[in-house]
């Protein structure tokens, strides 16, 4: 598998609610009931930023960037709301994507986790399935969680052909097992640096290839599980249900990077 950094190393899994080792700090996870002024919250540290208008000394002071950007949400199935609720803590324009027309002044696109055979077989009923490349060719960013990294690749192992094959990346469907093999698990995303990353995996995907110009960001099991081409980003977990902003903040700088 040609990539061009080395798989980061991650932290044993443990399922949704389970009570965490006893050899590890205690923590506790609530998926989809955290606070915005947690302690945890106001303390870690965001992602990496490669914008010239917001260096890293400010990069989780979204309000001093000067660029605004837009951020669409794939809203035609899936954890929509969800990533919206994360885009508006961060003071982020964002509009829910369901035609065409909707991508208009859209910097970034979110593809949400869902059902990934559900969710394509609506893109092409409104016309997303053409519409969205020709956006990317323009130059918007697009970001794929779980089922919209499925969408994303060009190739899939089993099953249909992904749906919009725009990232050099081969993926293997369900990886993980069945919805009640789901976990939660610390990755090391070194772009990041610490606390590690909170992931939560629901039917997750993987990465079985990445092509050369894929950048590994974290992986799981040896296995990719966060990875950059360029203006495009997937993960096979689901950040929108942990409290930690990193990934999202990442598509931003991201974003920001060539605007």
Known sequence: MGTSSAPASSRPRTRPGAPRPSSRRPRTITIRTWSRGSPRASARRCGAS????????????????????????????????????????????????????????????????????????????????????????????????????????????????????????????????????????????PVFGPPPLRAVFIRAPVMDQAGPGVEVLASLDGRPVLAREGRLLVSSFHPELAPDDRVHRYFLDVIRADT
């Open 50 to 189: 490669i914008s010239e208008s917001c260096p890293r000394a400010n990069c989780c002071k979204l309000e001093e960037c000067s660029r605004v950007v837009k951020i669409g949400v794939l809203a035609v199935q899936g954890d929509v709301i969800e990533h919206r609720a994360i885009l508006r803590r961060l003071g982020v324009a964002d509009v829910e994507v369901r035609l065409p027309g909707d991508l208009a002044g859209v910097d970034g696109l979110i593809l949400p986790g869902g059902e990934s055979t559900t969710i394509g077989k609506l893109m092409v009923r409104y016309g997303l399935d053409r519409a969205i490349p020709e956006q990317v060719r323009r130059g918007m960013a697009l970001y794929g969680t779980c089922a919209g990294m499925i969408l994303m690749a060009r190739r899939a192992a089993g099953g249909e052909p992904p749906m919009l094959r725009l990232m050099d990346i081969t993926v293997i469907r369900n990886a993980y097992g069945r919805q009640v093999d789901s976990f939660e698990t610390d990755l090391d995303v």
